[in-house]
């Protein structure tokens, strides 16, 4: 069974950074699509980053220059390094995996697995 679980949320000043960890179990996922999207409270899930098996990423234009998705596949683990938060970034971010090498990273239903999420704060 696939399990996803985030960890490394939290409240963070402005300005600050957090790095959010997913570790992914019940299989080997190194030749597969890993993404972030996040969802803040009225609003609908929302597009991150995500990096395929080639180490290839994408990122959404709002956080672009300030994140960067990473992987450890012999940790079966990806990661989001989020710095220079703004108070926009207030959200829950949830950690995706593709079965496969994935399509059409920016939508989620591209995803067949998911973490529960982790809140992250960015306070003023």
């Known amino acids: 069974q696939v399990q996803l679980a985030e960890s490394g949320g939290g409240l963070v000043l402005a300005g600050g950074s957090l790095r959010l960890s997913c570790a992914a179990s019940?299989?080997?996922?190194?030749?597969?699509?890993m993404g972030w999207f996040r969802q803040a409270p009225g609003k609908e899930r929302e597009f991150v980053a995500s990096?395929?098996?080639?180490?290839?990423?994408w990122y959404a234009d709002s956080v672009k220059g300030r994140f960067t998705i990473s992987r450890d596949n012999a940790k079966n683990t990806v990661y989001l390094q989020m710095n220079s938060l703004k108070p926009e970034d207030t959200a829950v971010y949830y950690c995706?995996?593709?079965?496969?090498?994935?399509?059409?990273?920016?939508?989620?239903?591209?995803?067949?697995?998911w973490g529960q999420g982790t809140q992250v704060t960015v306070s003023s």
């Open positions: 019940g299989g080997t996922f190194s030749r597969n699509l």
């Open positions: 990096i395929n098996w080639s180490w290839t990423t």
């Open positions: 995706a995996a593709a079965r496969g090498a994935g399509t059409f990273v920016l939508l989620s239903r591209s995803y067949d697995y």
